[in-house]
């Protein structure tokens, strides 16, 4: 079985059942979820081995955690129970026009207080086939930035591929970096880069002149400056309603541009790790199908399925995402 | 902060979940409502003062009733604890072509046996910006009637605006007296009317003989009658199922008729309340907004919205409604 | 009133709350189906007087699947408590692109090993309109092959109506005989058939060669070869996705094709039990109606409406139906 | 089977989960209850057939508590559909020290407004053993005393046992008759009467003055006066907390005292009922087992089991009462 | 109505449903609590005015928490919306020797960040009968002790009574500060403290030697230092088990030793917040009672009662405390 | 860490939620047990390695057993994926004197059907330091009784400590075999051995002649049979009521008696289970506390805590246990 290892931060997940507005909530349904590990999660269902790499505290919500990342057959050997608190979202769920709504509570956690000593990046890595990563774990602290500037060196020495989730969210950054300083070094060690066109303007520091084909001409800027690139992918969404969404997935390989159709979500259950849940299958592709538009159409089914299940991780296996990527999107039943 | 006050029976609402049939119900979501505290209500979460006046048994049912008031931050300090019962309305959820139905228990209410002299008015709306009013109230009792007279005419003596939804169930009304006979002095006293054509026809004992326009032919005739009112609104909803409804508001402002854009709810939540939530938005607009286009606008807008959340009430915030006012109904997750 | 006997199996029903998958469910709510049975619960909707014949385990959960029944309204007096276990089907449910899954587990239910002579099929049929079966009861054991067939004999003895649904699943058939062994005499014992083209050319061993109108040309041989079948009806689902379907009927009388318009059933609550809820309809409508197309159209009124609500029964009344099967899809709330 | 038919209202009952009060709940678990009903759903349970003989408005609730009843295997086909609503209790439950508290809304109910013509007694007690009715319903109006009293005059000349519940609650009777008016005429056609000692003095006005014995002696004076009646018995209940319960069971069979040993109820799961309960569980003893001491164990034993079920019916059968009849009490786990 | 003020943190508590473990729950349910609010709840549902003075976030966290003190009757006027999070608490609810557990997170909190300049203690307190206030709250910032020094300073200024819950959790205190610098100073302007001989002796650094009465002892050896102190009063907890409770009231009026009996709480519903309702019990029975045996008395039957309702306030009434302070423990049903 | 084999059948566990009746349950609670595989789950928690070997259907319900065992931190990783289902046992939750009640519906499951050939013990136990196996495997059929042979054979071998819970159910022996031809092999290999007197005589065909320590004289008997067996433990329990039991630990090292004190569950929350947890607890005493009193002590009260958890599995720490083993029953709340 191919193996990943993934590593981020896992944050509690409190959302309002029913499409109850928080303030009428009298209880929240508790899972957990974590772009990264929501990636792993996915390529288990798929057949991967998945090994998570994080920071609980050592009470009984960490412990909590650590038995629901067990529960989806992830590996928690190397979980380090050290900190104080585990971070939370809140999380209430809209509906048509009604944006859902998510209020954060992470500051200090066990794994934004990380010391990067606490890993040793050789012995994890071990046996992997495939490094991810996320641009919100170096935007944590800096020890949660040097912890991931390590491990994408160790993963590059090794030869593992890695990728990236080139997604900043620009109200994080508080310890004194900006984006622009930490992930450029971060996204030098990758192989494959989620991120659109703005981000790797704003990231990478350049600007894109071309008229037309811009994306193209985005990824061609960045992978003449950082080699080890060979692949851009980013997702197209079409928000209709918190209901309804459409959206497909594009990818420059180096030497064309590739582009799945759109899928169309008309009932949305759960809006949120469905990137996750396609980078979960596009890895699946990479690894497994070995083939470019295939990878992308993969991931995009899965994407699409994620949209139907609540939680943040992707349940699906490999049939049900070949069925809807095979073009069956009849959700007959199965008897 | 401007202030409303609001006149009107709340009813104990028992809801089936998940689009059970009454039949299948082992327990019923339990809240309450009431169209002209529903009102009340919204204006609270946009920034109103808000009280309710209205009567309650004291016992356990009427002060669960009242907390509930309370925790939507409707001052309680007028209602009345008197009377043996709280009204009822069960509600069994429909989806699709399958209706939503209720069945009302509404008889011998504390509120229907009020005696008008219970209130004080002048003490009551003392500071008020704003009363409102619905043609349900004096279809339940001759008390009832008479207190909801006594209300307009003193807040008429006061200088405050009175709106009135003349929305009559021709069902209702059991004590020997008819809409016509009541509700034409009543309406006399409103500066707003949310009426339709027919119900102008009907209560007023108006024909319309225009080919055309037929809307703006009976506001005209009624502004004539009664020339205290300013405005009649209305509402037009497209039924496409009960799942799906498309709807837009209309005003004829004595001089033009506006006429907003129809809102596509595709996911229905909650049908109930949802023109207590136009009203709502439509308050808000007029002394905030003070623009007749984006009162109708706001209130259409926070109708919509109200059709995706469980309860009668609506629990959007003035940036929620904006946003959808504005155009976007992207329903994009709010980080 | 009219009564009906249906004879099958019941099965308990699990199913996974709001879009669960199966892995992730704490709990499963829990009622119970049966495709005959299903159809004899609609009519009881409708005022007919119904009886299921099956067997139960003298158990906790046959007491339990009883008190169900008589919920219902069905009879119960002819159910047989004999037997080791009661079957079950795991559901999960599915939404959009992903396809509700179920798992049986039905293997040595108390139906399965039923006795024949437990059934008096004179008595138990004594006073009966119509009797129904379905092509899953003989294909789960030589005893429920055979009690089906006497009653099918003595209803036909008795001069009243017999309906087959002419559903075979061809992984069912294990105890050595295949549907072409059994259902072609079962089947020349009914007067109204529910069957598809490939249905009725596999089961009878028929090949039609018309280029078009086969399922006609499949109509007319099988009621060639079988006399006493005086009408062949069907259903066309389109499937848009696991939350929206599409569906009419059809019906060859002998001498016409006569067709429904399309239902289109947007936001699907519950999926399974339509077909039942489609036959109760229609034999309503052959009953009291008495005529064929509205036969159909209020079965397929019935079977729409089935989809909005959760459980394998239809609980809708015939005012429900009529409003339905009259165009107004409206769902507009009844007060 | 032996067969009972008992006459009362049916009242939805909405009780608080887990002690919540009544401010709290956000829903209500609901079922229905009826203290002669509930009797004739134990013997159900026991393996009496029974019919209850009550009214329901024609409106989703009135099927609602009908296919409830058929849930119970209760005989419905001497409901009435006819009337306005149907009454509804409130429950809020409590613990420890903490009184449960009853919020009764059952005004103008369907039953209480019942039209005695309705009922065709001759044809309702034909081929019934036993007739059960309580002092609540002659309490409830001019009209249901009426048809109480024809339905014990009719029981009587058929040969028919009559047992009478004599619990009057004084806050009920609001029509301008008394208990005293009412009660001794209706009592005087029982065979058997549940009654304390205060309850017979109050309402027969009568006066023990021996200063031991009151109960017998209160006993044997009414027994002069009313011939008919062959025994009284009576429960009496230690009420350690409202989770902790003893009670036991006394008659008077004319010639003897007897008395059980009191059952301890240690954790009480609903309060509701048992003295219905017992109620059953004695008529069984006097039917099926016929005999007096043995009567009121099985009463007794079938009561105490009733605390531990949720609702107002007991759904225990035969060997578990046996069970504890004959001094288990170990509540030994049965595989 | 008498009128109290409050001052304190309030958190979310997230409590574990059916005495499940952290580890199980799937959902959590979701309250607030804080030990002062709690005191004022009590004191609401007893007819007095309730003011609570805190911190939120301006969020849909901070507009939950505000609003469920709304429901709560408690004024929310000095709610002061600013800071970044609200503290939480996680509840596993233990049973019988399995102790309930809680996991705090409040680090950080809008409270424990709050600038004392954000409180015009005279505005506030204005009208006010009681101030309350508890040692957990110097325990948690500079900001926090200072502006709780400026609200008894003002309080004692213009003669409100004061009472002082001197409980301090050794492990909260981290901003330099020890429980011994910060709350004798405070202590000095109380008229009650809440306090045991050990925390008299810890906090106050004083040293009780005598042999016998040392809660006496400790008590004078205060009152000495602190003329302001009037009455110490503390509670025994009997711990027969997490399901089980046994506790009394005991009072040093500065002239004699007032103890009350046990009450004996034999099904736990609700550890948490009994305390608080002791307090709240208290201050109703000085500020209404006035006599300190029936305030103690008072107090404990709150408290009790406390134990029997899930959540962290006490909602019982003035009747339902008497009727258990007046001996009756038995819960009798109240129809 | 040590490391435990199992070596048993899992079933779906469908519970009634809050006490009902089966016939009551509209929901069943979900979750997994088996006897041996609780005793693995116990030592889990403890911080032992725990690999549970069993079968299950390659389907949804199978993947959900398997991520059930994930979550409790079991080895899956020789789960064989075979079979046609998953046996399942419905339980009733009983209180007081009303008995809990299982249905089981186990036959022809997955695991009872298992071929021995599928499992290479020589590879699963090595790195075992113990092997533990249970009465009711070897009735299911001949294949587990086989598999179960090889396995105790193979743990033998390696030097690996065997424990036996012999515990037979003679309702299960279905296959032609009994107990008495089974068993003794298999006990022949054990180290340890759970079972009372009567199981000893009836199992091993001995005939204990003593007056007095019949226990004692059995375990001399077997174990100069068996010379491999070093103790046999037992456990005695006082069903007070299904709510409260109690119940204590003996041992026979081979020299001398054994015995604890006994534990007192006052307030049971589920019964199931309870005696695995025992088994967990004692073998963590034998591994880790290295003290056969201890090691009953510790089991013991590992067991009482049971009691207090919802679902088959005991889910407390090592230092919630030595709290309850060193006498602390009080439950105090841990902050």
Not at 32 to 52: C, I, P, Q, R, Y
Not at 68 to 75: N, S
Not at 182 to 198: F, G, M, N, Q, V
């Amino acid at each position: 079985m191919p193996k990943i290892v993934t590593f981020g931060e896992i944050l509690l997940r409190l959302s309002t059942p029913n499409f109850q507005k928080i303030e009428q909530a009298q209880s929240f349904n508790a899972t957990f979820g974590g772009t990264e590990m929501n990636v792993g999660a996915s390529l288990v269902k798929f057949g991967f081995d998945a090994t998570h790499v994080t920071c609980f505290p050592d009470n009984l919500m960490g412990q909590k955690a650590k038995a629901y990342l067990r529960f989806l057959g992830i590996d928690t050997s190397h979980v380090k129970l050290q900190g104080d608190r585990i971070g939370v979202f809140f999380l209430e769920t809209g509906a048509v026009m009604r944006a859902s709504q998510i209020v954060y509570d992470r500051m200090d956690s066990a794994f934004a207080n990380l010391d990067p000593s606490w890993f040793n990046w050789e012995e994890i890595l071990k046996g992997a086939d495939w490094f991810h990563w996320c641009g919100i774990t170096p935007a944590l602290s800096e020890g949660a930035a040097k912890a991931c500037l390590e491990a994408v060196k160790t993963a590059k020495k090794l030869g593992i591929t890695v990728s990236s989730d080139i997604y900043y969210r620009s109200n994080l950054w508080k310890y004194g970096k900006t984006p622009q300083d930490i992930l450029p070094e971060l996204a030098s060690y990758s192989d494959i880069i989620l991120a659109s066109r703005k981000n790797i303007e704003e990231i990478f520091s350049m600007k894109v002149t071309a008229e037309k084909g811009k994306f193209v001409e985005a990824c061609k800027m960045l992978m003449e400056k950082y080699p080890n690139i060979k692949r851009v992918i980013d997702t197209d969404r079409v928000q209709v309603s918190a209901s309804h969404n459409q959206y497909n997935g594009k990818m420059w390989t180096g030497e064309e541009l590739i582009e799945t159709d759109y899928q169309d979500i008309t009932h949305i259950v759960d809006r949120i790790g469905t990137g996750d849940a396609f980078l979960g299958g596009f890895i699946y592709g990479q690894v497994v199908l070995q083939d470019d538009l295939k990878s992308l159409q993969f991931g995009v089914a899965a994407g699409a399925l994620k949209h139907t299940i609540e939680g943040d991780q992707n349940l699906v296996t490999v049939p049900e995402v070949e069925s809807v990527m095979s073009g069956d999107k009849s959700g007959r039943l199965k008897r």
